[in-house]
């Protein structure tokens, strides 16, 4: 895995969009995968940015999110449809039809998850997925548990992933606790992996993903089969890790 070191989130956010603009530019079609989070939202920000002043176009550009709360319409503000269109896509040039982000209304999450996985196959695959990682080492919704899970799926959260997402709901009986989440198979089917991390909070799970064993419990742990990561990291998430 490839670590670039970012003095702040300030700068981890900016050498994410970079990253992300040069994917952009060499394929204009490219299917990019996309989180949500405090952690991208620098990023989204940047790449806004990179649009607007610099004429970076998203034209052609499709993107596949990796999870969505299940039970919240696309409406309701907590969404991830809602934070994507707020965040990013209402103010970039990107076509609406070509946004992908699992529905958390699905009445038959068992099939729809099947039908993510081979929506993304048909797409040809994630050239660039940008992920986050929990402070309980999740990637996606993919909380820890006794193995890994293969497939887009119904996922139930985790407390610890229920009590760090509080912070966005009125109180913590509000955040759903169930999701649609990308399962391991197509995440480690992208391409190219960027994984961003930012704080002292996610220090441990960085250090588990980074030096740890593979282990379901931590979810992050299975990138490290992956030939083509990166991650982009401040000082404070890269604190507990052991230099080079
Ligand atoms: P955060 O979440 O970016 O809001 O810290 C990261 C994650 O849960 O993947």
């Known amino acids: 895995m490839l670590i670039i070191v970012a003095q702040d989130y300030d700068e981890m956010s900016r050498k994410a969009a970079r990253f992300i603009a040069a994917q952009v530019l060499l394929k204009p079609n490219c299917l990019l995968g996309l989180a949500t989070g405090s952690t991208p939202f620098g990023t989204y920000q940047e790449l806004i940015r990179f649009h607007q002043e610099d004429g970076l176009s998203f034209q052609n550009v499709r993107t596949v999110n990796v999870d969505e709360y299940y039970g919240l319409p696309a409406s309701h503000e907590q969404s991830y449809r809602h934070f994507m269109q707020e965040n990013l896509f209402d103010q970039i040039d990107i076509q609406p039809g070509n946004t992908h982000i699992p529905d958390g209304l699905t009445r038959d999450p068992q099939t729809y998850g099947e039908e993510y996985d081979e929506l993304i196959v048909a797409m040809g695959g994630i050239d660039l997925q940008l992920l986050g990682i929990g402070s309980n080492g999740h990637i996606a919704f993919n909380e ?88 982009i990291a401040d000082k404070d998430a890269l604190s507990l890790v052991q230099p080079a």
């Open 144 to 231: 820890p548990g006794r193995y890994f899970s293969a497939q887009t799926r119904l996922v139930d959260l985790n407390k610890l992933t229920i009590e760090d997402n509080a912070r966005f709901f009125e109180s913590e009986d509000e955040v759903p606790r169930q999701a649609i989440s990308m399962g391991m198979k197509s995440i480690l089917g992208s391409k190219r992996i960027l994984i961003l991390a930012s704080g002292a909070g996610k220090a441990e799970a960085v250090r588990e993903m980074l030096e740890g064993p593979i282990d379901p419990m931590v979810p992050a742990s299975i990138l490290q089969l992956h030939p083509n990561v990166t991650l």
